[in-house]
């Protein structure tokens, strides 16, 4: 009886689903007369393609492979740089070392892939400035975001932006990185700048102008659903927990 009701179940929403998206109306005569097989092959041939597609699932499935073996990409680097020592494996090596957080290891290969280049790359100047950054060399990290020329791209300079208002904050300039934040949260997608700046905000005693910043990120994101939030499921645990308490000092 569970299977039947699981099946039903499971040939319900592939009806509903074709409906919803347009597919070919054959579908329904073979999810109503073959459930099961046509079930399945609905599922593979329809849903899995899509899903696939989506920068959310995408990020999900490398989130669980990442935890499943978190050195893989770090090793796949490792043996890329022994067998041709160029100036991309450093700066792939340099990238996987960043992404287990060992950005002290990190900032050699990206120097040395830096000093290597005919003309400096942006992006590589980038990822340094933000190793340093994340080692606590905020001073140097900044004098290198100076040297950096402007991106030909709004979303690079956005990116530039938000990385030095954190470094500006860090090192004790809060003023500038909040007017950089300001002019920057309207435009750079997700909700990780306009979090940071309503940090900065509560940091510096401006609560009330951190709450408009928070009740912006929960309107936005009503919008997304279970799978989109997951992504960055602490980011928006911090937000929802940090409005409430705003709320309930008003």
């Known amino acids: 009886m569970i299977l039947y009701l699981l099946i039903l179940a499971i040939q319900v929403a592939c009806v509903i689903d074709v409906v919803r998206n347009g597919r070919n109306q054959l579908w329904i005569m073979a999810l109503v ?8 092959a609905y599922v593979v041939i329809e849903v899995l393609p899509r899903i696939s597609g989506n920068r959310h699932v995408r990020t999900m499935r490398a989130e669980v492979e ?3 073996d978190p050195e893989r990409d770090l090793r796949q680097a490792r043996d890329a740089l022994a067998l041709s020592d160029t100036i991309a494996n450093h700066v792939a090596l340099a990238d ?8 002290d290891e990190a900032i050699a290969h990206y ?3 830096l000093a290597r280049m005919p003309r400096p790359d942006a992006r590589t100047q980038e990822k340094l400035a933000q190793t340093l950054f994340e080692t606590g060399a905020s001073g140097e990290a900044l004098t290198l975001l100076e040297t950096i020329a402007a991106p030909s791209t709004q979303s690079d300079r956005d990116r530039l932006t938000l990385l030095r208002a954190r470094v500006l904050a860090e090192l004790g300039q809060p003023d500038k990185a909040l007017a950089l934040y300001a002019d920057i949260v309207t435009r750079m997608p997700g909700e990780q700048a306009r979090c940071r700046y309503a940090a900065l905000l509560i940091d510096q005693g ?5 709450q408009v910043v928070l009740e912006e990120v929960e309107s936005r994101m009503r919008r997304l659903d279970r799978l989109q939030r997951s ?5 928006y645990q911090w937000a929802n927990e940090t409005l409430r308490g705003l709320r309930a000092q008003r």
Do not use: V
């Open 111 to 113: 120097r040395d892939a």
């Open 206 to 210: 401006y609560h009330a102008r951190a």
């Open 96 to 103: 996987a070392l960043s992404a287990l957080n060992r950005h």
């Open 33 to 40: 007369f073959l459930p099961g097989a046509s079930s399945i």
């Open 66 to 68: 990442a935890r499943l």
């Open 231 to 235: 992504a960055d499921a602490k980011m």
